[in-house]
């Protein structure tokens, strides 16, 4: 279903694309589900690796040759992740350029402290990319997947959502 909404979405000129949303049961499931969605490079047993393509085209973070896109259509985003900053690499940092210098520019207004905006974490950066998803021209605006734990008890909010996807048992 999704990929039919994807396909309206791209011919109706709208320039956010819908959200999609798997919310897990733990750090361990989420990062399976990530992994399956999203592709990863799997370790060999001579120490080399092999990439294993995303199983879900519109969701993948890497090419067809393995190479990691600058700006990744999924996100896996859970406490482990946002204590460590993992989910944010470099190639992310300078595409998203422009738009991590518009979170310190907003920075700047809210607490009229400059040295505040010059040290933003990784932590704070993935944080405004969750908070911004779905949002054009800010860091989440560009992102088609969000793989979570209990992301939906956590007062989240995108109005882009348009597929919710549970991988643990829900209360409502």
Not at 111 to 128: P, V
Not at 136 to 145: D, E, M, N, T, V
């Amino acid at each position: 279903h999704y990929e039919k909404t994807f396909q309206l979405w791209q011919e109706s000129g709208i320039k956010v694309p819908p959200c999609f949303i798997v919310v897990c049961n733990n750090t361990s499931t989420s990062k399976l589900v990530y992994d399956y969605i999203s592709g990863f490079n799997r370790p060999n047993t001579d120490g080399s690796e092999s990439f294993v393509a995303g199983r879900l085209p519109l969701f993948r973070n890497y090419d067809d040759n393995g190479n990691p896109l600058a700006r990744p259509n999924t996100l896996l985003i859970d406490s482990e992740q946002l204590e460590s900053g993992d989910a944010l690499d470099e190639n992310f940092r300078k595409m998203a350029g422009p738009e991590i210098e518009q979170f310190r520019r907003e920075i700047i207004e809210r607490s009229g402290n400059a040295q505040d905006a010059e040290n933003i974490t990784d932590q704070a950066l993935l944080r405004e990319v969750m908070n911004t998803v779905g949002r054009p021209g800010r860091l989440g605006g560009a992102i088609r997947c969000v793989v979570s734990v209990s992301m939906l008890t956590e007062g989240w909010d995108a109005n882009t959502v348009t597929h919710v996807v549970g991988v643990r048992a829900f209360g409502t």
